[in-house]
């Protein structure tokens, strides 16, 4: 095939889940040990969730996984064509019904088909005090470098411009990762990454810290925070904006500044490589009363973010629409966008400069 006919300017890579959805009290945590605003991998004893789940809280099945939400939202604001993601399915109505969320939002999806297992899934958990996801990753955990080296995928990773990977992914194909960090660095590309999780940061350290050099935009929210500063040995696990601008400055692998980006209780910190100040930006909060769920708001706000950047815009423009299309998620049931066309237009927010200490 043509490379030239190749679409996936913006690649993107994570575990395809099917998101099940569902208010639950506080109780319903405890009972599998698990706590409000975290996100975790299912153990053996938590698997049962998922059954107790569509038994008696009446859930809401929605087409899921962080990368592959974060690159619908990202192609509804970009042309035709411009995005594609790669993970591992099974042979199963569950990727099915993920294949047709993605085609109407016109996001090209290569799947690595395993036949032997089921389609991931994640409980989407909604409590009074935060939401708590659950991820059995079925096919998603098999994925592996073969299918990212077959001569069809490759040629859309060579096509591409701009690599976007979660944190969740680490936990799955390293091998990939480190595949496509390295075609990034030696064609002169973009390499993006999300920390993701707190669990990321606390049982995936070495992966996630080998893979930091290449990493030229690195997104994150102070939920991680306290998780990321002590697994790099910080002196604070709490000073958003102290961690920005370290990870910033972090040991970088070839040309250019990192960009760090953290939506935090105090709005959007980004810091750069570059400079020792970090800015801050005011985001307007959405009214309690319009929040529908939470959850896949992060993931909106990344796939904002990406699309402006594709398109050579300024950092602050790429700010607003992630905080744009996340408002948007925040108003919706899960990581779901409205059906009609996005038209995003910057009005511009308010920001101001922070020079932190750096912590060592």
């Not at 009446?58 to 035709?80: D, E, F, V």
């Not at 389609?119 to 708590?132: P, R």
């Not at 096509?159 to 992914?169: E, P």
Request: aromatic letters at 8%; proline letters at 4%.
């Amino acid at each position: 095939m043509d490379s030239s006919s190749l679409t996936g300017n913006l690649v993107g890579f994570c575990n395809p889940l099917l998101d099940i959805s569902a208010e639950v009290g506080m109780d319903f945590l405890e009972r599998y040990g698990l706590q409000a605003n975290d996100a975790v991998l299912a153990t053996q004893d938590q698997l049962t969730l998922f059954s107790d789940i569509v038994a008696h809280h009446k859930p809401t099945i929605l087409s899921g996984g962080s990368g592959q939400n974060t690159m619908r939202g990202a192609q509804l604001l970009l042309p035709p064509g411009s995005t594609m993601f790669i993970g591992a399915v099974g042979d199963d109505e569950n990727a099915k019904q993920l294949r047709v969320a993605a085609e109407k939002a016109g996001l090209r999806t290569e799947y690595m088909v395993n036949s032997a297992k089921q389609t991931g899934t994640c409980a989407l958990l909604v409590t009074e005090k935060g939401n708590s996801m659950v991820a059995d990753l079925g096919a998603a955990e098999t994925y592996n470098i073969a299918h990212l080296q077959s001569p069809h995928i490759w040629r859309m990773i060579e096509h591409a411009r701009l690599y976007y990977i979660t944190g969740f992914f680490l936990a799955v194909s390293l091998e990939t990762i480190r595949a496509v960090a390295r075609h990034s660095l030696e064609n002169d590309k973009t390499f993006t990454m999300n920390i993701s999780a707190p669990f990321v940061a606390t049982r995936f350290t070495s992966q996630l810290t080998e893979m930091l050099p290449y990493v030229d935009v690195l997104f994150g929210s102070h939920f991680e925070t306290p998780a990321l500063s002590s697994a790099l040995g910080l002196t604070s696990c709490d000073d958003d904006l102290a961690l920005v601008k370290h990870l910033a400055h972090w040991q970088k692998t070839g040309p250019g500044a990192r960009r760090v980006i953290f939506t935090t209780s105090s709005g959007v910190v980004v810091g750069s490589g570059d400079s020792e100040t970090v800015f801050v930006y005011d985001i307007a909060k959405v009214p309690q009363s319009e929040i529908v769920d939470a959850n896949g708001a992060g993931d909106g706000f990344v796939g904002g973010y990406l699309a402006q950047m594709m398109q050579g815009k300024t950092v602050d423009v790429c700010v607003e629409a992630g905080h744009w299309l996340s408002s948007l998620v925040l108003r919706q049931r899960g990581a779901s966008f409205p059906d009609a066309s996005l038209a995003f237009v910057p009005k511009g927010l308010t920001v101001s400069e922070v020079n932190p200490e750096r912590k060592t």
